[in-house]
C-alpha cells in the first residue's frame, strides 16, 4: 500500500524537530547558532536540504558558494565558480570572511552531460578546490553525497554490500568513474585532517518529482527495453528520504562512509510497471543497438555504459545509517518510484 503522504510529512516533521535538538559539540558555533556552508545550492540535492536548513532554528547562517543565489531568510551568498582556475582562493577568501561549522559540499551532475570535460572539472576539479579550502579553514564538519552504484554491479558481489566494499566502478562510465575519483579525493582528505569531521552518504537510485538521474530517465519511457534473461534487484530511494539523510548528518555523533536506502528492493521489471511502464526483454545485441538509437534521437534511455546494472543487482546494506546516523527510510522503493507518476 502506498505511503499517507499527511502522515509522511507529520513523520518527517517530528525527525526534523528531534535532531535539531541534538546537536553535537563540535559542530557548535561558540556563540549563536550553527552556521553552515553549501555548494550546489541550486541542484536537486540543495534544493532538498536548504529548505530544512532554513526551517531549522538552531541554523543560524546558510553560506551559499555557488553561481546563482538561492532564495532564503538565513542565506549569505558568495559567488563560486567550481570550475574556474582560481576557485580554491574564492573559497577559502569566503571561508575566512565567512567561517562555518558544517560544510556540504554537494555540486555534482545528476542531469544528462553533453560537456565530460565540463563534468570532470566541476566534480574532480571542484572536489580539490573544495577540500584544499576546507582544510585550510579547518572546518570541524563536511558532507558529501555519493552514489551506492560506485560498487559496480558484479555477479560475484555478495547479496548485500557494506560499506567496506571496494568500489568498483564501471569502467564503460566516466558519470561513475569521476564520482570514484572523488571519493578517493574525499578519503584520503580525512587521512591527512584528522580534525573535520567527515561524512560520505552513499544514495541509492533516487526518485521523486525532482529528480533526473540516469535511472529516472530510463523509467521515463512508457515502454522500456531491458536485458533477456536478467531482472536484477535493484534499491530505490524518495528524495524526501535522501533530504533527511542530508538533514540529519547535520548533527550525528558519527563519521565515514554510509550506504543510503529505501526500505525494500525490487526486481527491475517490478519497479519499471511501479513507474506506470512496462518492460521489453531484448537479447544482448539488439538491447545495445536500441540503446545506442534512443540515445542518437535525444530519447530519455538509459546509458550503453552503465550495462552492467541491467546485468547484476548492487543492494547495499543500510544498517549502519540507522545504527549511526539514526536514518530510518519512511518510504518503500515501489512508493519512490510510483512517485514519478504523480510528478
Known amino acids: 500500500m502506498a505511503s499517507n503522504p499527511d502522515a ?41 536540504l536548504l529548505p530544512l536548513l532554513e526551517q531549522d532554528a538552531d541554523v543560524e547562517s546558510i553560506l551559499v558558494l555557488d553561481v546563482a543565489k538561492p532564495s532564503g531568510d538565513k542565506v549569505e551568498f558568495h559567488r563560486v565558480d567550481l570550475t574556474r582556475h582560481d576557485a580554491e582562493s574564492e573559497l577559502s577568501e569566503a571561508l575566512a570572511e565567512h567561517p562555518v561549522d558544517v560544510f556540504y559540499h554537494l555540486a555534482f551532475l545528476h542531469g544528462p552531460v553533453r560537456d565530460g570535460s565540463l563534468a570532470h572539472e566541476l566534480e574532480v576539479i571542484g572536489t580539490m578546490h573544495v577540500l584544499s579550502a576546507v582544510g585550510r579553514a579547518r572546518v570541524p564538519r563536511l558532507i558529501v553525497p555519493s552514489l551506492t552504484a560506485l560498487y559496480g554491479a558484479r555477479g560475484e558481489h555478495p547479496a548485500l554490500l557494506s560499506e567496506e566494499t571496494p568500489l568498483a566502478g564501471c569502467p564503460g562510465s566516466r558519470y561513475i568513474t569521476d564520482k570514484v575519483e572523488v571519493e578517493k579525493q574525499v578519503r584520503a582528505f580525512r587521512d591527512r585532517h584528522p580534525e573535520t569531521r567527515v561524512i560520505v552518504l552513499r544514495f541509492a537510485p533516487l526518485f521523486g518529482p525532482r529528480m533526473n538521474n540516469p535511472a529516472t530517465r530510463m523509467l521515463a519511457y512508457g515502454v522500456v527495453p531491458t536485458l533477456l534473461g536478467f531482472d536484477p534487484l535493484w534499491q530505490a530511494l524518495h528524495e524526501e528520504d535522501a533530504a533527511r539523510a542530508l538533514y540529519q548528518s547535520l548533527s ?13 528492493v525490487l526486481p527491475l521489471s517490478t519497479l519499471i510497471r511501479q513507474a506506470g511502464g512496462r518492460p521489453l526483454p531484448l537479447p544482448g545485441p539488439l538491447y545495445r543497438t536500441v540503446l545506442q538509437t534512443m540515445t542518437t534521437l535525444g530519447g530519455p534511455g538509459f546509458p550503453s555504459a552503465l550495462l552492467d546494472y541491467m546485468h547484476f543487482g548492487w543492494v547495499a546494506n543500510g544498517e549502519r545509517a540507522e545504527e549511526e546516523l539514526g536514518f530510518i527510510p519512511m518510504f518503500h522503493a515501489r512508493d519512490a518510484v510510483a512517485a514519478m507518476r504523480r510528478s
Open 8 to 48: 509522511s510529512r507529520l513523520t518527517s516533521e517530528v525527525h526534523l524537530r528531534y535532531h535539531a535538538h541534538s546537536r553535537m559539540e563540535a559542530t557548535q558555533a561558540s556563540k549563536g547558532g550553527l552556521r553552515v556552508a553549501v555548494t550546489g545550492a541550486a541542484g536537486e540535492q540543495g534544493q532538498l
Open 252 to 264: 550525528a555523533n558519527a563519521e565515514g562512509e554510509f550506504n543510503i536506502v529505501g526500505r525494500g
